[in-house]
Structure formats: C-alpha cells, structure tokens
C-alpha cells in the first residue's frame, strides 16, 4: 500500500472526534519520513484548527496545512534557465544518490525542452567510472563534456568548464561532482573550494547549487541536506527514485526546518524522468487524495 493510501485509509476509517486521533496521525506522519517535532507541531496546529473550525473535512484542512508548509521554502524565483542569462549549476550530494544521471537529465531537459545550450563538468575526479559514465552521457546527448584525468583538482575541472562556456555560445555549465559522505569534513571543505571558483569565475551569472537526495533514505536525507546547506548554502534539493519510495515526508521538513525547496523529482532512469516540482500535486500524492 502506498503511503498515501495509508493517510486517505486512516480518515475514512477513525472517529474525527475520538482524541486520540491526532496521537495516531502524529504516530502516521512520522512514519511518512517527518521529524518527531515536526510532526507534533503539524498535528498541534491541525488540532487547534479543528476546535476553532470544526471538525470536518479534516483531509482537506491537513492537505492546505501541508501546501503552507512547503510555501516556507518558496523563494519565488524560477528554476528554468532564462534567456540571456549565464547559469552555473553545480550538483551536489552523497554517494550513490544518483548525482551523474541526473546532471545528465538537466542537461537533456535544458538542451531538448528549452533549446538552451549546456556543457557538463565531470568534476567527480575521484572515480574514472563517474568521468567516463558522464562523457558516454555527454555523447547520447550531444553535449560537451570538461573533463580532467581521474584524480585532478575538481575546482580545475569547474573552472576550466566555466572557461570554455563563457568563451562561447553556451547558456549553462552543470557540474557533477564526487560522491562525499556529509560527515567528512574534509570534503565538505572541497566543495567550498569549488564553491569559491564558481562565484570568482562566473561573476554576475546566476548561480545554483543543487543537492541531490534519494527519496528512499527518508530522514538521512534530512542530516545530509542540513550538513550540506551549512557548508555551501544550497538553492535547492534534486529528490531522486521517488518512484521506489512510498512516502516523502522528509520534503516538508526540508522546507519548513530548512526553507529547502524541492525543485526537481526524479522518478526513472531516463533523461525524460523528470519533473518540475509540484507542491499542490505533491501534497495530494502524500495524502492519496490525488
């Protein structure tokens, strides 16, 4: 049963008045990948609406307290590349979220469906794997791919892409870097190197830093994004195989702890599994009211 099966089934099938009700849909949402405090204040505000509105329809009034959540993180600023506009977009997250596919997937997704010219930066110099996975993209795409031999400076790489981008007719640079475990120090202090050189390099261009999460790994996702926005101050969070997860409660967290909005999800392994992200469409997926 999907997980919004699961909320949907639990309204139809309680007492609205019973009191223990919001105890078990506190027990549910936190069973849906929110925080233990997120998911009493949620049921807290959800309880204190009821007694002031009553007590119906009490699915449609958790789904307009959910849509408030996710506007925490509206920055309301478009994610798509706009004319005239350089953009640098570097990628970031911990091993095996899926970081290469999906720079693969913008770039297809920027070159296809907005005509916008991109260059990808293989700058996961740590892994010949990752360099050649991402120049075989590159190929299938048509796309040119920087890239430097298997343990190069990964800021070289970022900077030699911005280079080549800025000399020519090139709207975007998307840079896939290493795979880092978020308790590394160490490597966290690498990617505000590269951190650095993008802002240094490309100037006045807009710039974005997107961390890519697996929607399978529920309240990890949560820790890696906070350890990850405290050292480079990501613009936004790239949810991958949303299609093998049943929940996604971590996006509400993200946005009402961290103001991270989701800009893409990733439900597939090809180039055209992606999408925008949909917070009223999200909302009614996680509730089963869709």
């Known amino acids: 049963m999907k997980f919004g099966e699961k909320i949907k089934n639990f309204f139809s099938g309680k ?9 078990d849909l506190c027990d549910l949402l936190i069973e849906g990948d929110f925080g233990p405090a997120h998911a009493y204040k949620i049921t807290d505000v959800l309880k204190d609406r009821c007694k002031k509105e009553g007590f119906d329809n009490l ?6 307290l959910l849509e408030e959540e996710l ?39 920027y070159n ?34 920087i890239a430097h031999k298997q343990g190069g400076d990964p800021a070289a790489v970022v900077y030699d ?19 880092r475990m978020h308790t590394k120090s160490a490597l966290v ?22 961390l890519v999460l697996d929607a399978t ?12 926005h405290s050292a480079v101050e990501l613009d936004g969070v790239i949810l991958t195989k949303y299609d093998s997860t049943a929940k996604g409660g971590v996006v509400f967290s993200l946005a009402s702890e961290l103001q991270l909005p989701v800009i893409y999800l990733c439900t ?7 999408e925008l992200f949909d917070p009223k469409l999200f909302v009614r997926r996680f509730t089963g009211i869709e």
């Open 15 to 23: 007492n609205n008045q019973d009191e223990g009700l919001f105890d």
């Open 112 to 145: 296809y469906q907005y005509n916008k010219k991109t260059i990808l930066a293989a700058a996961d110099t740590f892994r010949a794997a990752a360099i050649d996975q991402l120049k075989i993209h590159g190929e299938k795409l048509n796309t040119r791919v």
């Open 268 to 274: 597939g392994e090809k180039y055209t599994d992606i």
């Open 161 to 179: 892409a911005l280079e080549a981008a800025l000399s020519s007719s090139i709207d975007a640079v998307i840079a896939d870097t290493a795979g």
């Open 59 to 64: 699915l449609q009034k958790l789904c307009l």
């Open 71 to 109: 506007k925490k993180a509206d920055k309301n600023e478009s994610f798509i590349l706009k004319d005239e506009e350089f953009t640098a977009i570097l990628i970031l997250g911990v091993n095996g979220v899926g970081k290469t596919t999906t720079a693969a997937k913008l770039s297809y997704m």
């Open 189 to 210: 202090e690498e990617l505000r190197k590269i951190d650095r050189v993008v802002e240094s390099k490309a100037g006045s261009a807009r710039y974005l830093k997107y």
């Open 217 to 228: 790994t529920g309240r990890n996702a949560f820790t890696q994004a906070e350890v990850f």
